[in-house]
């Protein structure tokens, strides 16, 4: 049996089984509304429905990840589909502990479709099994990535909980600036999940169309002696060209919507590793989000937050502050250990320093300071409810920075992160 491509199917069937998950998870909150039945009941029965239903896709997406491991001979945590897709089980594992200890089913109407979306961000990237580079090759690379990986699945949880808590008490009807400027922030925020959706939509689209345009890059480069040597990279896009590969020239390209040669050269100052196209994506991604949010607006004619809020009626406040705390609380810890300790102790091992400030390595400790810094005003200075909430909705932010946008800007020792 071939056993990666059997992983390949656990995986398939576990992404279809959260968006079930989460379909039901939204008839337990607002299906009560529809059909006019007694509210606890109704919620209560397809919670529990719910919880099952993703339960046993996380059961599924437990063998992607242990036929993977057993079919490559190596954890399946190296590269980028391997690490998003790890980082998708390892927040719906914290979704589950926090589950079972508050057991509110509307957590999971907002931990799925995240969860959804980072699967479906996964399975962008290459999927084959790919050799481990030699700094990879240690058993630390087992104990950091997965532990690091399971306190940003803790505090992707505490953004759910965080985002979930502004939309049931930021009143809509309100008009006065202060309500004015926290309701544009938080459809700021339902845009930029819009446009992830849009990334992914896009990449799809085209990748089903068979897209592709190629480049021949001149990568130069001044070794220890001072002497410069020049290499050429063929470098391949799946998406149209508006940014192509900086120093670059066109091999091929499909045409699309009469453009025939790319619109602009990606900046010098972008020397994170392959940043020409992966530009390219971030910017057909907010060109695809922005056309997706037009529609989105259109159809519901009022804002995504205002659509939303109105379905979070009868869920405690209080509640979901807390939840939002008490993740963040559980994976500060694991996230210390993991993205600090462990790594400077493997970085020890691999390059004979514990600390080099290389890009990831300087974002891993803004990100735990931030998250220190957090933990300091909700404990020390009483700063919980709004405040509390908006802290861990950024905060993720930080995080996704930390995983995606440094490999995009600036190169360094873990680039090897975005191939």
Not at 231 to 259: A, C, H, R, W
Not at 280 to 291: D, E, F, L, Q, R
Request: hydrophobic share 50%; glycine share 8%.
């Amino acid at each position: 049996m071939n056993w990666v491509d059997f992983s390949g199917n656990a995986y398939l069937v576990a992404f279809a089984l959260y968006c079930f998950a989460f379909m039901f998870y939204v008839i337990a909150i607002a299906g009560s509304k529809w059909s006019n039945r007694e509210s606890k009941t109704h919620t209560k029965k397809w919670g529990r429905i719910a919880f099952t239903v993703s339960s046993v896709g996380l059961g599924a997406q437990l063998v992607y990840f242990f036929t993977r491991w057993y079919g490559s001979g190596q954890i399946p945590t190296s590269n980028m589909y391997e690490f998003m897709s790890f980082l998708s089980m390892a927040i719906m594992i914290a979704f589950t502990i926090i589950y079972a200890i508050y057991r509110k089913p509307i957590l999971g109407m907002f931990a799925t479709p995240l969860t959804v979306i980072i699967v479906a961000y996964a399975s962008v990237f290459p999927k084959d099994v790919q050799p481990l580079i030699p700094s990879l090759n240690s058993y630390w690379l087992k104990i950091h990535v997965t532990t690091a990986a399971l306190g940003e699945a803790f505090f992707a949880v505490g953004f759910a909980a965080g985002l979930m808590y502004l939309l049931r008490v930021v009143d809509y009807t309100r008009k006065d600036a202060k309500a004015r400027k926290e309701q544009r922030w938080i459809e700021f925020t339902m845009y930029v999940i819009v446009v992830v959706v849009g990334f992914i939509a896009i990449v799809f689209s085209f990748r089903g169309a068979g897209y592709e345009a190629h480049f021949t890059q001149e990568n130069v480069s001044v070794d220890s002696a001072g002497q410069t040597n020049t290499t050429q990279e063929e470098v391949t896009y799946s998406l149209p060209p508006i940014f192509k590969p900086y120093n670059s020239e066109v091999v091929s390209m499909d045409s699309f919507l009469g453009m025939n040669k790319p619109l602009l050269e990606t900046p010098s100052w972008m020397n994170g590793i392959n940043a020409g196209r992966k530009l390219n994506t971030v910017i057909w991604s907010i060109i695809a989000g922005s056309i997706l949010y037009g529609l989105l607006r259109l159809i519901f004619r009022k804002p995504l937050g205002a659509v939303i809020s109105p379905h979070m009626d009868g869920v405690n406040p209080n509640d979901l502050d807390e939840i939002s705390y008490r993740a963040i609380a559980i994976g500060f810890p694991v996230f210390t250990l993991g993205a600090l300790i462990f790594a400077m102790i493997w970085a020890q091992e691999a390059w004979g320093r514990f600390w080099g400030w290389d890009p990831k390595e300087v974002w891993a400790l803004i990100t735990w300071l931030y998250y220190s810094v957090y933990l300091h005003f909700r404990l020390s200075r009483g700063w919980q409810g709004h405040r509390s909430a908006w802290l861990a909705v950024i905060g993720f932010v930080i995080v996704w920075f930390t995983l995606i946008g440094v490999n995009l800007i600036i190169a360094g020792l873990h680039s090897y992160a975005g191939v």
